[in-house]
């Protein structure tokens, strides 16, 4: 267990839907990144947060939007969805921003858009 | 191409053998992760290098950052090492993104 937790486990949703995805980090760390991993794409970065503040973007969608909150836990808000959108989604998180963290990845979330 | 490669894309092991996969990278980077992922989905950070070698128990991880090279290898495999084993590296630079490789699919048989 790494500390990471993930809500939901399993999110079945239809096209042009909205859904919320929740990570909370491991207890101190500060940042929180979050990962897509489709079949065809593979593990891709999307965006990180530190300590409340969006610090690296990846390559994530204009329809995608994330935050982090005061108390850490971040949400990623996936919207009009599309079939490609099914993949699935990881939040890690880690102690500062440096570099060299270890990054502790949660369970992931498995979206199908339908 | 791909800015992180990893060889082989699939490997099949005796429980027992040494095994190594391979990483290159063609950029710049402060760090290279290994990482492990089972079929059930769930990530494992298994190394973080920026330069040497590391082990933990039976896994090795070895870097060359001159080559841009990384190898992880297991030693006297087993069936529960049977997982994917994905590369990640951060590139040096303003961002902190990790940029991952395709991943090894490794296969230990009894």
């Known amino acids: 267990d790494s500390g990471v937790t993930q809500t939901p486990k399993h999110l079945i949703t239809a096209t042009g839907q909205r859904v919320t995805l929740r990570c909370s980090p491991r207890s101190g760390d500060l940042s929180v990144y979050w990962y897509q991993q489709s079949l065809d794409q593979g593990l891709q970065f999307l965006i990180q947060?530190?300590?409340?503040?969006?610090?690296a973007k990846g390559n994530i969608l204009e329809r995608f939007s994330a935050q982090q909150f005061p108390d850490l836990h971040s949400e990623l808000n996936l919207s009009s969805l599309e079939l490609g959108d099914s993949a699935l989604y990881f939040c890690?998180?880690?102690?500062?921003?440096?570099?060299?963290?270890?990054?502790?990845f949660g369970p992931g979330t498995r979206l199908t858009v339908l | 191409k791909n800015e992180v490669e990893q060889s082989p894309q699939n490997l099949t092991a005796q429980e027992g053998e040494f095994i190594t996969i391979n990483c290159s990278y063609s950029v710049g980077i402060s760090a290279l992760h290994w990482l492990q992922q089972h079929p059930g989905g769930g990530i494992v950070s298994l190394f973080m290098?920026?330069?040497g070698k590391k082990k933990h128990g039976r896994l090795i991880a070895t870097i060359n950052i001159q080559e841009k090279h990384s190898s992880l290898h297991i030693t006297a495999s087993h069936p529960r090492d049977s997982a994917v084993y994905i590369c990640a590296v951060k590139r040096r630079g303003a961002t902190n993104k990790l940029i991952f490789g395709t991943g090894t699919l490794l296969a230990v048989q009894p």
């Open positions: 947060y530190y300590n409340g503040e969006e610090r």
């Open positions: 890690a998180s880690s102690e500062t921003d440096f570099s060299t963290d270890t990054q502790y």
């Open positions: 290098l920026s330069s």
